[in-house]
């Protein structure tokens, strides 16, 4: 397989038992050690409700998400069975702002429910 991210071909382990199991994998070990998931939760306070930001990855990284996209379905189905009364929006970046906290409140009063938002990196 070749990995998304540093277009290296990388193999991948495979017993008896897996031998004739078709899995996708898109990312090799040296990347997936170099650029971990590292994911931080911070809540916001709004005017009536709360929006509570989800952000992946550290801001630092300068990868292709593409290569992440396995972990991020799973994450994002977490959250969003264990979340089912809040409005989900999912972000490629995340900026603190006044004007995307105004942005938010807009949203959360137009949908009447408290925020999740699902980020891959979050810059302040």
Same mark, same amino acid.
């Given at each position: 397989? =070749?990995c998304v991210n540093c277009n290296k071909q990388f193999y991948v382990q495979r017993t008896? !038992?897996?031998?004739?199991? =078709?899995?996708? #994998? #898109? %990312?090799?070990?040296?990347? *997936?050690?170099? #650029? $971990?998931?590292?994911?931080? %939760?911070?809540?916001? $306070?709004?005017? %009536?409700?709360?929006?509570? =930001?989800?952000?992946?990855?550290?801001?630092?990284?300068? !990868? @292709?998400?593409? +290569?992440?996209?396995?972990?991020?379905?799973?994450?994002?189905?977490?959250? =969003?069975?264990?979340? $089912?009364?809040?409005?989900?929006?999912?972000?490629?970046? +995340?900026?603190?702002?006044?004007?995307?906290?105004? /942005?938010? @409140?807009?949203i959360a009063e137009a949908e009447q429910k408290s925020l999740l938002i699902i980020c !891959? /990196?979050? *810059? @302040?």
């Amino acid at each position: 397989m =070749v990995c998304v991210n540093c277009n290296k071909q990388f193999y991948v382990q495979r017993t008896f !038992l897996t031998l004739f199991s =078709v899995k996708k #994998y #898109y %990312i090799c070990d040296s990347c *997936r050690k170099e #650029y $971990p998931l590292k994911m931080r %939760i911070e809540h916001i $306070p709004l005017e %009536i409700y709360e929006a509570e =930001v989800i952000s992946l990855f550290s801001s630092k990284y300068r !990868l @292709n998400f593409n +290569a992440y996209i396995l972990e991020i379905e799973k994450i994002v189905s977490y959250f =969003v069975t264990h979340h $089912p009364l809040h409005f989900l929006l999912f972000l490629d970046f +995340a900026f603190f702002s006044d004007l995307w906290l105004e /942005q938010l @409140n807009f949203i959360a009063e137009a949908e009447q429910k408290s925020l999740l938002i699902i980020c !891959l /990196q979050m *810059r @302040n």
